[in-house]
């Protein structure tokens, strides 16, 4: 009997975070809790990694727990149409005598009228896969959510639930346009319009200006600013402090003030301070949310790959069923041209299956009764029936996605250290404030009023609206320049990141090669290689097999008078026969020619030369008597060596990993140029591989395509997915270069280094500015000098500190790019 697992892990859907820090809420919030025991939150995946104890809570807690802090979660990060969201990873064996914990249940009447239909058993249910309702989402609400609705509930408006990233970016931008649109005249009738500007306009409806103010405030503190106070609160509720306490303090506490001012007779007030501030945050915000826009949607375009139907023979009979209603034992039919619909063993029929989108190599792979198949495969040729062996979480393309997931939720220690530290701002602005309210209030006779003007005008100051800015601009103009080029970033880690890598390790196959076959050898035995091109084509193009077509293409380009093949025998797994030109032609491997007889002579020994060149090595016999050897091999792309050279100038050694044997990795390597080749490596064993060279504190980039380097591309400190490689490792990477050129690769890392340096001077110039006006706006050199600052002064202050970094940012077009005959022409970039 198998003991109930004491650590469970899983990673749960998590979505509407729009700040960076509101990963704080999450983690605190769950940390906390009976039986979790590690919490890692991506905000830029939208989900978060959870290990916890089986016996003591389940992932239907963990949802709840999650939704109880405003977010969305419908349970793990999983597509319903191949596993069960609210399924637990490690399900106990009945009978075990370990205590499960029940999660709520939902109203039966309202769980009935929201999915529409009663939950049923499915057929073949089994352990790790619990029955579940034709409703994909599983987002029924529980009664403990009744019981404790989200702030987002209580306050009606502000919340993003489940929406989508592209949602979220226009909804920020919405916000932005609306803080914008008000404060221009708020500032127009403030101390700002008439003393700065010089102007002095009539008040509309003859109010004062303070009313004026306060009316056109409104639609800015209750629309705009209002996911200022929901993340606030949201924040104190789980015993953290971060960027949005700080930016509630900010605002609030400045409108606040000049609404009792107002409200007692009119005074001096600053709404223009509020609402400027509030539109550079979310200008700010905007920025970041469209830099990482679309990346939490990559982890269900991966498990999107397996299809959402299956053929199941049931009493002899195909019957078409849900990918997720597969049991393990099922008898699968696949036919020609169909994916495969989960892992499982070939009993009957012989196929060619395309493995590329799971393994990234070219050649489909022969099955035949005994073979395991993976599912998401294409079955080429044949008809399988086909064993399911591992069915929904259990796959190896479930696993692949949670090795992926896992990866990247763990690969953010800056992140937790930048974390780290906008909570102390957040903290050292609210004491700051609270000391210059006090030192103002009880050291001097100044009246309260002017107590407070300073104390706001501190967290003011202190709000790192410009550190937040100063990032964004830089990211935009480095992604900017990126796109130009083909290469596309994901998020500013992934910016400063590529600026400290110091080996680049690059798959071979649709990396570093074409990613299909190509005629590389070509040696004829007693006949003229036309002649010999001539009627092997013509056999070879009765066939679809791609070293085929390979050899169709190459002898396309001799120009050659076609002739067709008649009595074409396809032998699986062997080549094939046909006769030509009244001459009987065979094509294939060496186990076909022995087959038929025919012993290769003084070819043998140049066969067996192909072979451990690296190439394939096809053999072709004419009457009975072998004629040629033709290797072939995957074809280096025009601008590797090129992309080679130019990382080996910027001081970074190349490495090449690949699951190829070893004399044709070295053949690619040896002609590329590179430093080092790993060869022979299990898809499952390439995270591991990158693993080990990080262990010696380098900085790695991964450079790839193919689902089986996603997981390879989640643990690199860099991951980048070559264009024309897999939905799945584009979405997986950093980095993707777009027109599927590795020259590409020392592009993206040049703009990392310009665009790191942006950063690091506009951050200097931000922290600077910080450090000179904290004593200005903390009234410390008015005794002496008089010298104060106003909060709206120091709001236009931070829009003149927020030109200037975006002024720093946009040098970057200047920077000088790798460039080669093959690649486009670079666009003008004044004088760079």
Known sequence: MDERKERSTVVLDVRGMQWASEQNVVAATLGRRPGVLEVEVNPVAQNATVTYDPASTSVAELRRWVTECGYHCAGQSVPSHVCDPMAEPDPPEPGDGHPVPAPPQPHADHAADHTGTAVQPRHGDHAGHAPQTKHADHTAPHKADEELPSPHDVMGHGGHGAMSMEAMVADMRNRFLVAALFSIPIVIWSPIGTDVLGLDLPVPFGLRRDVWALLLSLPVIFHSCWIFFDGAVRALRARTLDMMVLVAVAVGAGWSYSLVITLTGGGEVFYEAATVLAAFVLLGHWFEMRARGGANDAIRTLLDLAPPKALVLRDGEPVEVPTAEVAVGDLLLVRPGAKVAVDGVVEEGESEVDESIVTGESLPVHKAPGS????????????????????????????????????????????????????????????????????????????????????????????????????????????????????????????????????????????????????????????????????????????????????????????????????????????????????????????????????????????????????????????????????????????????????????????????????????????????????????????????????????????????????????????????????????????????????????ALRIGRGTLRKMRQNLGWAIGYNAIALPIAAGVFEPAFGLVLRPEIAALSMSGSSLIVAVNALALKRLRLPTTATAEPAPHTNGG
């Open 372 to 747: 395991t198949v993976i599912g998401a495969t294409i079955n080429a040729n044949g008809t399988l029936r086909v064993r399911a062996t591992k069915v929904g979480a259990d796959t190896a393309l479930a696993q692949i996605v949670k090795l992926v997931q896992q990866a990247q939720n763990s690969k953010a220690p800056g992140q937790r250290l930048a974390d780290r530290a906008a909570f102390w701002l957040v903290f050292v602005a609210l004491i700051g404030g609270g000391l210059t309210f006090a030192v103002w209030l009880l050291a001097t006779d100044r009246p309260a009023s002017a107590a407070v003007l300073f104390a706001i005008t501190v967290v003011v100051i202190t709000c790192p609206d410009a550190l937040g800015l100063a990032t964004p601009t830089a990211i935009m103009v480095g992604t900017g320049l990126g796109a130009k080029r083909g290469v596309l970033f994901k998020n500013a880690i992934a910016l400063e990141t590529s600026a400290r890598i110091q080996v680049v390790i690059m798959d071979k196959t649709g990396t570093l090669t074409k990613g299909e076959p190509e005629v590389t050898d070509l040696i004829a035995d007693g006949i003229d290689e036309d002649e010999l091109l001539r009627l092997v084509a013509a056999v070879e193009r009765e066939s679809e097999h791609p070293l085929a077509e390979a050899i169709v293409r190459y002898a396309d380009t001799r120009d050659l008078a076609p002739v067709r093949a008649e009595r074409f025998e396809n032998v699986p797994g062997h080549g094939a026969i046909a006769h030509v030109a009244g001459r009987r032609v065979v094509v294939g491997n060496r186990r076909l020619l022995e087959r038929e007889g025919i012993d290769l002579g003084v070819l043998a020994a140049r066969r067996d030369e192909v072979a451990e060149g690296g190439r394939t090595a096809v053999l072709a016999a004419i009457d009975g008597k072998p004629a040629a050897v033709i290797g072939i091999a995957d074809a280096p792309r025009e601008t590797s060596a090129p992309a080679v050279a130019a990382l080996h100038e910027m001081g970074m050694e190349v490495v090449m990993l690949t699951g190829d044997n070893q004399a044709t990795a070295a053949r690619i390597a040896q002609r590329l140029g590179i430093d080092t080749v790993i060869a022979e490596v299990l898809p499952s064993d390439k995270a591991a591989k990158i693993a080990e060279l990080q262990a010696s504190g380098r900085k790695v980039a991964m450079v790839g395509d193919g689902v089986n380097d996603a997981p390879a591309l989640a643990q690199a400190d860099l991951g980048i997915a070559i264009g024309a490689g897999t939905d799945v490792a584009i979405e997986t990477a950093d980095v993707v270069l777009m027109r599927s050129d590795p020259l590409d690769v020392p592009t």
